[in-house]
């Protein structure tokens, strides 16, 4: 189960830096996968959370996440990812998880608002990920996906 946990993380974050969407079917399976995991194989599971775990890491994720929907700062497709991962990882490490995606999210922000993204690679015409009315999307659900990648390798 290690490995589909990890081919779904990578196809949900080249989704998410690809098109700037994370689409439901991902997440959705993400989910369904995590709940089959912990109710039949919990010892297949990547962090061997319980029932309850899943169910409280889902709810962590979405009560918290679903404030910054309401104002306009996330996405729903990050909610919905977030609320899978949260069924993968449980409450513990979805904190360490957040945390560090948060960072990689404010580095994102910097180097895109500055002109630092032509000293990293001048050669390269950058998309600043301008969407629709001039908004500016930051692919979180690839820096989440990342920082689980770091911190499952960091928790071993």
Known sequence: MSMIFLAWLCISAVCDARYRKCFNYLSVSGLGLAFIT???F????????????????????FSVLLVFYFFGM???????????????????????VW????????????????HLKYFFSPAIDWDDGTQKN????????TYLSMATVIVL????
């Open 134 to 141: 001039k908004r500016r999307f930051i692919p979180y659900v």
């Open 99 to 114: 945390a560090l995606s948060c960072g990689f999210a404010v580095a994102h922000g910097f180097i895109v608002r500055s």
């Open 42 to 61: 919990p010892e297949a599971s990547p962090v061997r959370i319980s029932v309850e775990g899943a169910f409280l890491g889902c709810f962590l994720a």
């Open 38 to 40: 912990a109710f039949l």
């Open 153 to 156: 390798m960091l928790n071993k």
């Open 74 to 96: 996330m996405a729903a497709g990050d909610v919905k990812f977030a609320v899978a991962l949260g069924a993968w990882l449980g409450w513990e490490l979805l904190l360490l």
